[in-house]
């Protein structure tokens, strides 16, 4: 056991209390934040002439020398070391002897701690932004490819009015939209650095925050050292982003399963994003899709995993705040992966048009849009209504579609009737005169828009 406290400590650690405490296990992944963290704490340190020009020297080629080793497999993470930061410390002193004694001047684990977590945190959010940008890209293509291919709509799960692909592929281009802005507003509203926080009450030693700040790309220092070290809200926000992502992808995993499935046959999902059964030899499972949405609980798990642990902490630093890193890197992977995967799935997806066309001409998609042709010639909206209500009663007895009707049958429940009815409730008729912003029609303008706004 190696810890950075032992000076007023009479007895060892029991090997239980140990074992409870220590974070190296899961926080070894914050290795590069920290020594890339501790590399701008020194070089602020030399330029202030707090240390001396030749130890910040040795701090920073000790501390480059460490994250080489780590990152060519030759160092291995101890099972002694408390957590990263002692670990990357006792390394430094190992290497280095008395200089690197000097790296933790003006700093506590705690505004360390803070740093490292932030600086996971925004590569996370810059990692996570790119995913959904390339889940956009294939959202977008399939759209420019589908304007013209029809789909029915639904309510309730149940046939309302025509549509096409496209327009239906624009939902969810609109959802992952939003979630690409949140993630990067999120992203501003954290980058402030909680770097020279110390311990809760900033230090006596003339540190440069802002200096710091700049040399990690941050927008500047945070401006109160009590909240900087208790502050967990940013992780919270990005889980929350993470969760709302979950379940947009959640829906879309549910709408997949159920377009796959053997009722509906709107898609064939490709083999390779497939799986089979170990007894039912005809089978094609979608066990990505319901993956992704099995998944989605436990995003949503971490997110009020972390706002409980939050819940009842007083100021400043307590040590229930380590609870945050183990669910929210299992957040991060899971979303970084359903993102990728349900990316490649979408991706390789087969649209089978007819049985989609075939689909959205079926079941009285087109009856707002005949009453819209009665209105037009003058019938009020509500008598429109009833009048299609009772010819689509005539149809379900004669197991047939408005248009099937002749113009004797459709004069006969209203004169107001014309040839040019057919016209005006064909299918294709129905799609293309919703011109309304946002609606089937205008989807070629909505493309354009996509397109520069996904690069
Ligand atoms: N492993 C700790 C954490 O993840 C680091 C901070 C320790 N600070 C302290 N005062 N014990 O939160």
């Not at 402030?192 to 802002?210: H, I, K, M, Q, V």
């Not at 064939?268 to 992704?292: C, R, W, Y």
């Not at 409730?425 to 989807?443: E, N």
Request: hydrophobic share 40%; with cysteine.
């Amino acid at each position: 056991m190696a810890t950075l406290w032992g000076g007023r400590f009479t007895k060892e650690t029991d090997d239980a209390v140990f074992s409870f405490n220590e974070s190296l296990s899961f926080d070894k992944r914050l290795y590069k934040a920290d020594i890339t963290g501790s590399i701008a704490h020194a070089t602020m340190l030399g330029k202030q002439g707090i240390i001396s020009d030749e130890d910040t020297k040795l701090i920073i080629d000790g501390l480059k020398s460490i994250l080489t080793d780590i990152e060519n497999g030759t160092l291995l993470f101890d099972t002694k070391s408390e957590d990263i930061h002692s670990f990357v410390e006792a390394n430094l002193i190992n290497r280095i002897g008395d200089a690197g004694k000097r790296l933790h001047t003006g700093r506590s684990r705690n505004d360390q701690v803070a740093l490292d977590m932030k600086l996971y945190t925004r590569d996370e959010i810059d990692t996570l932004s790119s995913l959904v940008n390339d889940l956009l890209k294939v959202i977008l293509r399939i759209m420019e490819e589908n304007v013209d291919t029809y789909i029915p709509s639904f309510t309730h799960l149940q046939k309302a009015q025509p549509s096409n692909l496209a327009h239906y592929m624009g939902a969810y281009m609109e959802m992952f939209l939003r979630d690409r802005d949140r993630l990067s507003d999120i992203r501003k509203r954290m980058n402030l650095s909680p770097l020279g926080s110390g311990a809760l009450a900033g230090t006596t030693y003339p540190l440069d925050r802002e200096y710091v700040a700049s040399l990690l790309s941050f927008d500047g220092a945070t401006r109160n050292s009590m909240d900087s070290v208790s502050d967990r809200d940013y992780l919270i926000e990005l889980l929350s982003a993470c969760s709302t992502i979950m379940m947009h992808l959640s829906r879309f995993s549910e709408e997949m399963i159920i377009w796959n499935s053997n009722e509906y046959r709107f898609i064939e999902m490709d083999d390779a994003f497939s799986t089979g059964s170990s007894i039912m030899p005809q089978k094609k499972n979608p066990d990505i899709a319901e993956l992704v949405r099995g998944k989605t609980g436990r995003v949503y798990g971490a997110t009020m995993s972390i706002m409980t642990t939050m819940k009842g902490l007083p100021l400043a630093y307590n040590k229930d705040m380590q609870e945050d890193k183990e669910v929210a890197f299992d957040a991060f992977d899971t979303v970084n992966d359903c993102v990728k995967l349900f990316t490649g799935m979408l991706d390789t997806i087969t649209f089978n048009k007819e049985v989609m066309a075939k689909s959205a001409m079926n079941g009285f998609t087109n009856a707002t849009d005949a009453a819209d042709y009665l209105v037009v010639k003058g019938v009020p909206f509500r008598d429109a209504h009833g009048i299609i209500g009772q010819l689509v009663l005539k149809c379900i007895d004669k197991n047939c579609s408005i248009e099937d009707l002749s113009l004797e049958e459709l004069k006969s429940i209203c004169d107001v009737f014309d040839e040019d009815v057919y016209d005006a409730i064909s299918l294709k008729t129905c799609v293309s005169k919703r011109l309304t912003k946002g609606a089937p029609g205008a989807m070629l303008e909505a493309i354009e828009y996509y397109k520069s706004v996904i690069n």
